[in-house]
């Protein structure tokens, strides 16, 4: 199926690592998107990584040189592995699709630009 679906949430302590996974179908179409989001309470939800078919990248500024986000396309899976993790790493983390492009240019961290959405998965990192 095409809406995502996360797994891999779960607390870790700082300077910990830990990859999240995404299972979506959308990775057999021709074209697509797939970034991960998060969403601290009481904060908006931030871009995290994307990917687009082709396999260009996006990271947001506050995970550059942490995370690194990949597909295997054969099993449909998307992952994000985090290492070196913060307290502000603390949040839920949502998997979102779109099937289409940005010709030119990386994948976006506009989460209105995606139409299908996960239930997401929580990470708690303590200090």
């Known amino acids: 199926q095409v809406r995502p679906v996360e797994s891999g949430g779960d607390s870790r302590q700082a300077g910990g690592s830990l990859t999240l996974s995404c299972a979506s179908s959308?990775?057999?179409?021709?074209?697509?998107?797939m970034a991960w989001f998060r969403q601290a309470p009481g904060k908006e939800r931030e871009g995290v990584a994307a990917?687009?078919?082709?396999?260009?990248?996006k990271y947001g500024e506050s995970v550059k040189g942490r995370f690194t986000i990949s597909q295997d396309k054969a099993k449909n899976i998307f992952y994000l592995q985090m290492n070196n993790l913060k307290p502000e790493d603390t949040a839920m983390y949502y998997c979102?699709?779109?099937?289409?492009?940005?010709?030119?240019?990386?994948?976006?961290?506009?989460?209105?630009?995606?139409?299908?959405w996960g239930q997401g998965t929580q990470v708690t990192v303590s200090s």
């Open positions: 959308v990775s057999s179409e021709r074209r697509y998107s």
């Open positions: 979102a699709v779109v099937r289409r492009i940005w010709i030119g240019s990386a994948p976006p961290l506009n989460p209105g630009e995606y139409d299908s």
């Open positions: 990917v687009d078919n082709f396999g260009s990248t």
